[in-house]
């Protein structure tokens, strides 16, 4: 049977859900596609789950930072409250009716299964064809990456879904991966009292982040009582009485209750039917223009893009799609500023480039870090107050390519640093602000000051 719509969005995550709703909104005859549940990743098992997750671990450790600063304190952690308020955040047990609902009060028509691309403008699902005469959004976002290691196949292991999911804690964890989700959740689970240990690949957690970020968290992960094995990787893993042992290539070993994998994401691009529509199947992303473009009256968002990654980034590419289908003037999709956070304790902001990747780009690069710690208002908050500003400028311009802000709520702070790099505001007007005194977000400007070793930087007091 085939059908004639409007638009058929293949993939109805955040971003999908985005796009696809505000066309419906519009008058287009829309048909959103999912085999699992709309939404996506971030309301169900990424974002806000386990950002309820950090925020309980957040409470424990600020609870027992009263003791020699503001009083005596005796913390006793307990999942099961955070594990029904996920739940019940999760539309009981996950269950995305109240998703659907809100896509069919706009107008949308929601089909449940696993669509494939049927040729150009066409779109398979459950025996019917649909014959999108104006647009095909594809949105079929990411999975975890299981790496493959001898003997994972015998041994049961957890991913962020089924740790997201947990209602009895583990009395010990070992965590393959330390980039964002490894080192969020297996901070969260140390301070509910598991015995986590991370390995990690690379040299550092955070390894796609500053390098001084990466040693203030291990620092921070060691007082968690957090065990970090860098710089090497899991051999094979064994079932064992009491969970699982994970042997490592250096000779040593990991023994564990769980195993969490958190080597990083797949995009979902197998066997939806690129080669049907001149795309490469065999594409780890969807190579798009700056409207998202991948082909005639077809656009991709989100995940399966190479500059994806993000809940913010996939409702920022539905933005520019749903204008691009419509004929709507609207600019490109510009990354200059693009912002990430990783909510660890302290929590990790970034906007634009590291350092690290402005050199490889050629720029002439000169930098500038204030600590949290020594800031005015770093000082006055005490206990927890790790964390640091990091700017870095591309001298020849005198504009700013990239900034970190580590510290309580490193995110936060983000805002004006992701401004001036877009809009490419001078280094020296970023220098002469009033910075409103005594905030974290006065550290700024002491981080600007302090760009390049040649300059007389005057204390702000």
Not at 228 to 239: G, Q
Request: glycine fraction near 14%.
């Amino acid at each position: 049977m085939t059908e004639r719509v409007d638009a058929v969005v293949l993939g109805m995550g955040v971003g999908g859900e985005e796009v696809a709703g505000c066309l419906a909104e519009n008058g287009l005859n829309v048909v959103g596609i999912e085999n699992s549940l709309v939404g996506g990743e971030c309301p169900y098992f990424g974002c806000i789950p386990t950002k309820m997750m950090i925020r309980a671990d957040d409470l424990l450790a600020e609870g027992r930072r009263i003791s020699g600063f503001a009083g005596d304190s005796s913390v006793t952690p307990d999942w099961g409250p955070v594990a029904r308020r996920i739940r019940k955040e999760a539309t009981d047990n996950w269950d995305d009716r109240v998703a659907v609902e809100r896509f069919e009060r706009k107008g949308g028509h929601f089909v449940r299964g696993t669509g494939k691309l049927a040729g150009p403008g066409k779109v398979s699902v459950n025996g019917t064809v649909y014959e999108a005469t104006r647009a095909i959004v594809i949105a079929t976002g990411t999975s975890p990456a299981i790496p493959r290691i001898a003997g994972l196949s015998e041994v049961p292991y957890w991913t962020n879904r089924d740790a997201v999911k947990v209602e009895r804690l583990p009395a010990s964890l070992a965590i393959l991966g330390g980039g964002a989700i490894g080192a969020e959740l297996g901070q969260a689970f140390a301070r509910f009292g598991v015995k986590v240990t991370i390995v990690e690949g690379m040299s550092r957690v955070l390894a796609m982040e500053e390098p001084e970020v990466s040693m203030v968290l291990a620092d921070v992960m060691h007082r968690d009582g957090i065990e970090l094995r860098v710089n090497v990787h899991a051999k094979s893993v064994e079932r064992t009485v009491g969970g699982v042992r994970v042997n490592l290539d250096d000779g040593e070993q990991v023994a564990a209750e769980i195993l969490l994998i958190a080597t990083g994401r797949r995009t979902n691009l197998n066997d939806i039917g690129l080669e049907t529509v001149g795309l490469d199947p065999s594409a780890r992303f969807l190579q798009a223009d700056d409207h998202l473009r991948v082909g005639e009256r077809m656009w991709a968002i989100g995940d399966v893009t190479p500059n994806g990654g993000f809940t913010h980034v996939a409702i920022y590419h539905a933005d520019i799609v749903f204008n691009d289908i419509l004929g709507n003037p609207a600019p490109g999709a510009d990354y200059r500023a693009k912002p990430r956070v990783t909510f660890t304790d302290p929590e990790v902001g970034v906007a634009g480039l590291t350092e690290e990747q402005a050199r490889k780009q050629g720029i002439n690069v000169r930098t500038g870090i204030q600590k949290a710690s020594v800031t005015s208002r770093g000082w006055i908050h005490g206990p927890g107050n790790d964390g640091l500003i990091k700017v870095v400028e591309d001298r020849d311009r005198g504009v700013l390519v990239g900034a970190t802000t580590m510290g309580p709520r490193g995110g936060d702070i983000l805002g004006i640093f992701e401004l001036a790099i877009k809009n490419q505001v001078p280094t020296d007007d970023l220098r002469h602000l009033i910075y409103a005194y005594p905030t974290f977000y006065r550290g700024v400007g002491e981080a600007v000051r302090k760009l390049g070793s040649d300059d007389v930087h005057m204390p702000m007091r």
